[in-house]
């Protein structure tokens, strides 16, 4: 049916510029790489930030006082408007996308979670790429993912799949702040490697996304325990997806104990 298939999950920080605003160019780029595995028999699903923030930009500032409603709101209003975008773009390349929104409990053992297996699969023997995505409307808070990232590692583990990548708006693991004098890249980390000495607090605003990179390297090392060769790496930099698939030594790059 095809000879690899991947998850790769894409941030909010790395579709929106200083303004906050989503940037197409961005999806685009995204899209086109997505494409170019496609050619080449490589299937993609893609997990998708940006709802939150795409909704805030189109309303601005709510008059809501509860978080969770002005995400669920945000949420609602965005959402359309991310697959509005990735629909046009994958049309561009003649390839059909699909909507698909999870919640938590769907991963747990049961008929909620065979059926999301049905689909992704059903999805991807059409040739269909599946567009991910937290259903935020429903979701409640004490069964929300931690972030995208953990949906992403939790799709990967449901599909079996080969690669799982993680696009974030810094190149990968640092030993320290990116933009300090003599902070160095971590290009390998293995799956029980601790990493906390070397990891910055969150400090994202409203509708950036929830996911730091302590949430990020948990999810990837627990994908690497289960055998997913897991990476984080620079979402803007052009044909970073198509680089990691093709073996470049870019962004870090999480793999199982076993494989050293």
């Known amino acids: 049916m095809y000879d690899q298939l991947i998850v790769v999950k894409v ?8 303004n906050n605003r989503i940037v197409r160019p961005v999806l685009q780029n995204l899209v086109s790489q997505i494409a170019t595995l496609y050619e080449r028999n490589i299937m993609t699903i893609l997990v998708s930030s940006g709802s939150a923030i795409a909704g805030k930009e189109v309303i601005g500032p709510s008059k809501i006082k509860d978080k969770s409603i002005r995400r669920q709101v945000y949420s ?7 697959m509005r975008l990735y629909y ?12 698909v929104l999870p919640t938590k409990r769907d991963f747990q053992p049961g ?28 979701s409640l808070t004490s069964t929300m993912f931690t972030d995208n990232d953990e949906m992403a590692s939790l799709i990967a583990e449901l599909v079996d799949a080969d690669k799982l990548i993680i696009l974030t ?4 693991v640092y030993t320290g702040n990116p933009t300090d004098e003599g902070t ?6 293995t799956s029980t490697e601790n990493l906390d000495q070397y990891i910055q607090e969150n400090t994202k605003g409203e509708g950036e996304g929830r996911g730091g990179m302590r949430s ?12 997913i060769p897991t990476y984080i790496a620079n979402g803007k930099t ?5 680089d990691i698939i093709d073996d470049e030594y870019v962004g870090t790059r999480i793999s199982n104990d076993l494989e050293k």
Do not use: W
């Open 184 to 189: 160095e890249l971590i290009e390998e980390v």
């Open 88 to 99: 046009n773009i994958f049309h561009d390349y003649g390839i059909n996308c699909a909507q």
């Open 216 to 227: 990020k390297i948990s999810v990837a090392q627990k994908a690497a325990k289960n055998n």
């Open 169 to 172: 708006d810094i190149d990968g």
């Open 76 to 82: 609602s209003i965005g959402q359309p408007r991310m």
């Open 111 to 138: 008929v909620h979670r065979d059926n999301m297996v049905n689909c992704y699969m059903g999805l991807l023997e059409e040739g269909v790429i599946p567009v991910a995505n937290e259903d935020d409307t429903v």
């Open 11 to 18: 941030g909010t920080n790395v579709m929106k510029n200083k």
């Open 238 to 242: 052009e044909n970073i997806i198509l």
